[in-house]
């Protein structure tokens, strides 16, 4: 691919390398993938915003990682916004898009409609979890929320947990007053120039930060590039009417861009009859009866996608006196077959 390509941007991650300064990095536009996202609940516009924030980050840290299943991203905090939940799904096989998926959990009593929507989320834990398939070990890593953004979260996890200099410039939100929009460039230095650091770093609460792992002429570069970065208006972040490959161009022309594959994206939640059949397994019969509505069945809801799913109490648990019905059965098959 050439930076003179002509593609559709929306709802893709399009990875890219700095040859001169030896700095990777990713541009992410969510047009109809985050619109569904936020079109499954109805938020307050804070809550919109930090979903809107968590979802394009999930969309850049995820294709960032040579991903085999899954990437999780929670935010959660002791304030009116308790939980925000991002996954990103590899593609099955080349060329086929990647899946997102995100929700928020919060007390609307507590929200404040004139604080920032960052601000309240409170005092909490920003976490990335890798979950790789079947046969291998989950890796997650855990810090704590720092700075003034979702973004600046993300760096400090890089800075503390992988101990690369990472940086993220976002913008989102409603392009028409109804449609989301949102974009995002991130940076990374390469593994190579990130030297092991000892001790506390520079940040708040002695958090690492970019300037305590480079130096010399590293350091130099990686400051060049953000100055660069710092020039992006979000309009250029959110497009269209900016092609991904023009604003690499406008930005950072003096430092070598190469462009690769895009990643397209699209929202995608892999619940299921089966998987929450599954989930209620390990209840007695007991248990069971305890979860059974007036109507005599057992219902669930995905907080991702809304879907609904109901069941005859006595096909569930361990102690199960029927079998599942074959429309179940069916509706699993035919969406392996989708």
């Not at 998926?101 to 004139?114: C, E, Q, T, V």
């Amino acid at each position: 691919m050439t930076l003179g390509s002509q593609i559709a941007w929306d709802d893709t991650v399009l990875p890219f390398q700095l040859d001169r300064p030896d700095i990777r990095g990713r541009v992410a536009r969510l047009d109809g993938t985050l619109d569904r996202v936020l079109a499954q609940h109805a938020y307050p516009v804070a809550v919109e915003k930090l979903v809107a924030e968590a979802a394009l980050l999930t969309a850049l840290i995820g294709q960032a990682i040579k991903l085999r299943w899954k990437l999780s991203l929670q935010v959660r905090g002791d304030g009116p916004v308790r939980l925000i939940a991002t996954d990103y799904f590899a593609p099955c096989e080349p060329g086929a898009p990647a899946r997102i998926r995100a929700y928020a959990s919060f007390d609307a009593g507590r929200l404040d409609p004139a604080a920032e929507p960052f601000a309240q989320i409170g005092r909490g834990y920003f976490a990335i979890l890798i979950d790789q398939g079947r046969g291998m070990t989950p890796y997650q890593g855990i810090t704590p929320i720092a700075g003034g953004s979702l973004a600046a979260c993300a760096e400090t996890y890089f800075a503390q947990s992988e101990q690369l200099p990472t940086r993220f410039a976002l913008g989102y939100g409603p392009a028409d007053g109804r449609h989301w929009r949102a974009g995002g460039v991130m940076l990374q230095h390469m593994p190579a120039a990130s030297p092991h650091v000892a001790g506390g770093g520079s940040g708040e609460n002695g958090l690492l930060t970019p300037a305590d792992m480079l130096e010399g002429s590293a350091e130099e570069n990686w400051r060049r590039v953000n100055l660069l970065l710092d020039t992006v208006e979000k309009t250029e972040l959110t497009g269209p009417d900016v092609q991904a490959t023009e604003l690499l161009v406008r930005l950072f022309h003096e430092e070598g861009p190469r462009v690769f594959d895009a990643q397209p994206v699209q929202f995608g939640c892999t619940c299921s009859h089966d998987k929450v059949r599954q989930s209620l397994s390990i209840y007695s019969a007991k248990d069971i009866h305890s979860m059974t509505t007036r109507e005599g069945t057992v219902t669930a809801d995905c907080q991702f996608c809304g879907a609904h799913y109901v069941f005859d109490p006595e096909t569930l648990g361990f102690e199960a006196s029927k079998p599942v019905p074959q429309e179940e059965i069916g509706d699993e098959r035919r969406r392996a077959g989708g």
